[in-house]
């Protein structure tokens, strides 16, 4: 063995500290930052998501105690238990965390494109589509595609409809979101026409698509949106780490080697394949992508742009929503859309009154 072959490779230079109020996560040569705050709230939300969700599992019409909540999931204790629990219940608590979060990702992505906090993917007429869709595969069409299928057709077509009007992306998404608009507002006569002239019958069997509901939600669309969220979620985090970049001007955001227009393109594919896998599964469920990036980013600061709190959030406003839905006026139930109206529309109209003096970070 020669000298050199002896020698001791050279020690790697120390890693640079991490930036204050980060966490450093390194692995071999890489490594990554983690916004302390930021996954704070994160934790935060997810402890409230799952104490909503025991709660959701033991109230309603008929109350099962919370001790017996988790065995009565899995299929384990008094059959009464059982089938509240298991079979009424889970289902729609499960869509509910899915639609939630999927319009919660949608919102973030979307208002962190065009820093506009009332763009949302009923701007670009997601909701109004789909339920056009939805509606006419009930009162318009006959035909054995259910309206879940219709509504994510909805969606599509009203964003290739705003794409293609507005010619792309634009700067900053904001072409984009202001033909949404018109799109959506005609989509959404559309809807009011065929209700209007459908006999009663049919009109009831396609209201729930008209506010948006977790009843009796199918478990394919459940299961087609938990997948396209798993494929998403992951792709929005990189995103909202380049959207931080385009808050900077488009030449230095280019000098970085980031690709603009890609990156517009792309936020807006993610936020129209999200939004539209949760309006097939649950209808449109109204500004619950407007509440869900806000409660998110007040927790979280300014630094970062809260994919993953978002996605949190919406699913606790959802399941809030439900909750309340169920409870609130029993034995009545009131759809999850209508609560969530009335429970964003005062923020709405704040929002609308000020937004004039507040920017987002």
Known sequence: MTAAAA??????????????????LAHRDRSLLVDRRAATAAAVLAVLVAATVAVGLALGTASVPLNRTLPAAFGVGEARDVLLVQQLRLPRIAAG??????????????????????????????NDGATAF?????????????????????????????????????????????????????????????????????????????????????????????????????????LGRRLRLLRLADAVVTGLGSRVARVRLAVIG????????????????????LLAPEIARKAAGPRVVPVVGAALAGALVVLLADLLGRTVAAPLELPAGLVTAVVGGPYLLWLLLTTRTRRMP
């Open 97 to 126: 965390l899915a639609v939630g979060a999927a319009l919660g990702v949608s919102g973030v992505l979307l208002q962190t494109l065009a820093r506009n906090r009332l763009a949302t993917p009923d701007t670009v007429g997601l």
């Open 7 to 24: 020698r001791p490779a050279p020690p790697r230079p120390a890693a640079p500290p991490a930036p204050p109020g980060t966490w450093r």
């Open 270 to 289: 993610t936020a129209v394949v999200t939004a539209g896998l949760a309006v097939a599964t649950a209808g449109p469920l109204g500004l619950v992508a």
């Open 134 to 238: 939805a509606t006419a595969s009930v009162v318009a069409v006959s035909t054995s595609i259910t309206p879940s299928a219709f509504a994510l057709v909805g969606s599509a077509t009203a964003a290739a409809l705003a794409l293609g009007l507005a010619g792309g992306a634009g700067r900053r998404g904001y072409r984009f979101l202001v033909v949404g608009l018109g799109v959506g507002a005609a989509l959404g006569a559309v809807t009011q026409l065929m209700l209007a002239r459908a006999p009663i019958d049919e009109a009831n069997q396609a209201f729930p698509w008209s506010v948006g509901s977790l009843n009796s939600r199918s478990a394919t669309s459940v299961t087609v949106l938990a997948v396209g969220l798993a494929v998403a979620l992951p792709v929005a985090v990189v």
